[in-house]
Structures are given as C-alpha cells and as structure tokens.
C-alpha cells in the first residue's frame, strides 16, 4: 500500500507511470513529491498540523504581528493566495494566511 499524500489514504496505487489516490483523485510521482515540500525560513519541511513561530514582525493594517507569535495547526495551501501558502490560527487574532519563509517550525 502506498499513502496518499494529499488526504493520508492508505489505498494509493501505481499504474506505471505514477501514483493514484482512488479515495480524493490525487496523482503524484517521486519527483512531484519533491517540488511540492514547503519550508521554512530555515529549510525545515513543514507538514500539515505543525505549529510555528513568525520569526519578524508582520504589519496587519493597523495592527502588528510581533516576532515570537505563535500560530498552531497551519494547513499547507493547495493554491497559494498571493504568495502566502499556509494558513494558521494565532491566539487573539483568528486564522490567517501567512508565508513559509517568514516562518521557523518550532
């Protein structure tokens, strides 16, 4: 059995040429696993569910997102929105979009 990257089946399958989710439709290939790990600001491979810390301070219109803050559970994007490609839930604010190089994996 292979695990699907995309939604953690168990049921993945190779037809020769690639790799077949049959649970979420996903295909994938050796190669296409290694473009698609995202980083961080350091080059540790961040995964689904890891906490982070925001390693400088982001303006947030008005507000500041200082260094140090912590954002938990962050969800890789499928489709980046505007160059930020994780989402994640930091205490007082709510989710928001924030960008894997502005980013350290505690």
Do not use: F
Not at 40 to 51: I, Q, S, T, Y
Request: glycine share 10%; proline share 3%; aromatic share 4%.
């Amino acid at each position: 059995m292979i695990q699907c990257p995309k939604c953690q089946s168990e049921y993945g399958y190779s037809d020769g040429m690639a790799y077949n989710c049959p649970e979420c439709g996903h295909m994938w290939t050796d190669h296409s696993l290694e473009e698609e790990k995202v980083l961080d600001a350091v080059g540790n491979e961040l995964k689904e569910g890891d906490d982070v810390t925001i390693i400088r301070d982001l303006k947030m219109g008005k507000d500041t997102l200082k260094r140090g803050t912590r954002a938990k559970n962050i969800r890789i994007l499928d489709e980046p929105k505007n160059g930020h490609d994780l989402e994640g839930r930091v205490d007082g604010v709510g989710a928001l979009y924030l960008k894997s190089e502005v980013v350290k994996k505690m």
